[in-house]
């Protein structure tokens, strides 16, 4: 085991269950995914209008086995071809996560393999490695239902956070929004398709940063704008345009995100940038990002496979924690429901 570093290449299985999706991935050498098996639970929760925790870990407990029975069949691997296992043990809802945990910990011993614990937030990143030539050191824009922050990828395993969210996360946000609209779970991609239809009528607040010193996210006073909005038209006895509310909210919600990874392209001087998290699906985000190349930047994105939650990010994640020299975990690891994002 620990002459794992020194192998010529290395195949990792990883197990990500933090939230509401069974993901169990074959990755190897950290860029090539073999298999990405994703058991999602939405249909389940978007009767409540989100994620309710004790059914997500019950579903975790009834999924885990079968996902990563059929991640390895589609790998076409076995227990001999895989070199280490990786677990995502934080950040998320602690009952979902221990599932992951366990599993992984009973494989590890079963097998005889090392065990990696891999952080939420490095597989995010990671994702942009998968398939993908991106090096450090780079900015990354990390926007998702648990985190918004501008982190310096420095190296594989060096990460320095550069600006954060004081209140919600961007992707949080938009659940929210989604659900005073009356639009369903998640709400990110159902903002976007109202958004297409609608036009960006109303002036929504956008925080503001002097410089890289300040540099700050938040999306509390967006989403009670738009609570506020949405109950003193109907006080008026008007009928809200989830259409142009939609369009309103996410061309306010995505002017912070690109407004802040400006500021941090501009202080750093750093033009190879990342975006990261559930959100970096949002086409409006991408477009905007692409016209950053008239700065000079370049800016990568993850397959959309791998924007949202999924083994394989953490798999690629572990590859990198294992070149760079990390120890393994141990069968004594346990599940975190924070950790820090750098």
Request: aromatic content about 6%; charged content about 25%; some cysteine.
């Amino acid at each position: 085991m620990n002459g794992l570093r020194e192998k010529d290449s290395i195949t990792v299985l990883a197990i990500e269950s933090s939230c509401d999706e069974t993901a169990c991935a074959v990755v190897k050498d950290g860029r090539t995914v073999l298999s990405n098996v994703i058991a999602t639970q939405i249909e389940i929760h978007r009767r409540f209008g989100g994620v309710v925790p004790e059914i997500a870990s019950r579903n975790h407990t009834l999924a885990i086995e079968s996902v990563v029975k059929e991640a390895m069949q589609r790998a076409e691997v076995s227990e001999r071809d895989i070199d280490a296992i990786a677990v995502t043990y934080g950040a998320g809802l602690l009952g979902a996560l221990l599932v992951g945990v366990n599993f992984a910990k009973g494989l590890a011993y079963a097998w005889g393999k090392p065990l990696y614990a891999v952080s939420h937030v490095k597989g995010h990143l990671a994702a942009n490695y998968i398939d993908s030539d991106l090096e450090p050191p780079y900015l990354c824009l990390l926007a998702s239902g648990g985190h918004t922050a501008i982190v310096k990828v420095e190296d594989y395993e060096r990460i320095k956070l550069l600006a954060s969210s004081r209140d919600d996360a961007a992707g949080e946000a938009f659940d929210k929004a989604a659900r005073v609209l009356g639009l369903p779970y998640p709400g990110g991609p159902e903002i976007q398709k109202k958004a297409k239809e609608g036009r960006a009528v109303f002036d929504m607040p956008i925080p503001k940063s002097n410089g890289l010193d300040d540099l700050y996210f938040s999306y509390s006073g967006l989403k009670t704008y738009v609570i506020n909005l949405v109950h003193k038209l109907q006080q008026k006895g008007e009928e809200p345009s989830v259409c142009d509310i939609a369009a309103s909210f996410q061309k306010a919600a995505i002017s912070q995100l690109i407004d802040g990874l400006t500021v941090a392209m501009k202080s750093t001087g750093i033009k190879n940038l990342a975006i990261a998290g559930g959100v970096s699906a949002n086409e409006e985000l991408r477009k905007r990002a692409d016209g950053l190349s008239e700065y000079g930047a370049e800016v990568r994105y993850p397959k959309l496979i791998y924007c949202t939650d999924n083994a394989a990010m953490i798999g690629a994640a572990a590859y990198f924690m294992i070149r760079s020299g990390a120890q393994e975990s141990g069968l004594a690891l346990d599940a975190r429901a924070t950790v820090p994002l750098a």
